[in-house]
C-alpha cells in the first residue's frame, strides 16, 4: 500500500460520509416529491448522484493507491420533515460538516507526510465551497419565500438555476 494505513482508515470513513450524504439527500428528494415541489426534488436527486460520485472517487483512489476499500453500514438519514426550510437548512449543516470532514482529512495526510492524498483532497476541498454555497443560497431563496405560493414560484427559478449548469 502507498499510503499509511491510518489516512487509509480515514478515507474509508469518508467514502462511508459520502454514501450517506447521498442517502441522506435521497431522503430529502423523497421529501420534496411528497410536498409536490418536484424541481426541489430534482435538485436533491441531482446531489445524491454528485455524493455517490464523491464515494466512488474516494474508493477508486484507495484501490490505485493499493488499499483496501472497505464498506460498512450506514446510519438511517432522517425521513421526517416539517417543511421546506427544515430540509435546506439539514442540507446546509451536512454539507458544513462535510466540509469539516475533508479538511480534517487534509490534516491527516499532512500529518502523516502523505502527499499525494493531500494533493488528491485539494478538489474535494474546492467542491466542498461550492456545495455549501449552492446549499447556502437554496435555503436564503427558501427562506425568501413565505407560503407555499412562493415556493412554487421558487420552482421556476430552481430549473432555471439547474437547466444552466
Known amino acids: 500500500m502507498m499510503i499509511p494505513q491510518k489516512v487509509a482508515d480515514q478515507l474509508n470513513e469518508q467514502v462511508k460520509n459520502e454514501f450517506f450524504a447521498a442517502w441522506t439527500y435521497l431522503s430529502m428528494a423523497y421529501a420534496f416529491e411528497t ?4 424541481i426541489f426534488a430534482k435538485w436533491f436527486f441531482k446531489q445524491a448522484e454528485e455524493e455517490r460520485e464523491h464515494a466512488e472517487k474516494i474508493a ?3 484501490l490505485d493507491q493499493g488499499a483496501e476499500v472497505k464498506l460498512t453500514a450506514l446510519d438511517k438519514p432522517a425521513t421526517q420533515f416539517k417543511s421546506a426550510e427544515e430540509i435546506v437548512a ?3 449543516a451536512h454539507e ?3 466540509t469539516q470532514n475533508i479538511h ?3 490534516d491527516l495526510a499532512r500529518s502523516e507526510n502523505d502527499k499525494a492524498t493531500e494533493n488528491f ?5 474546492e467542491e466542498q465551497v461550492e456545495e455549501v454555497a449552492s446549499t447556502t443560497e437554496l435555503l436564503d431563496m427558501v427562506k425568501m419565500a413565505q ?3 412562493q415556493l412554487f414560484m421558487l420552482e421556476n427559478r430552481l430549473y432555471h438555476m439547474l ?3
Do not use: I, R
Open 35 to 38: 410536498m409536490g415541489l418536484k
Open 60 to 62: 477508486q483512489y484507495l
Open 90 to 92: 439539514g442540507a446546509v
Open 96 to 98: 458544513k460538516q462535510v
Open 104 to 106: 480534517d482529512l487534509v
Open 121 to 125: 483532497l485539494q478538489w474535494f476541498v
Open 147 to 149: 407560503g407555499p405560493g
Open 163 to 165: 437547466e444552466s449548469k
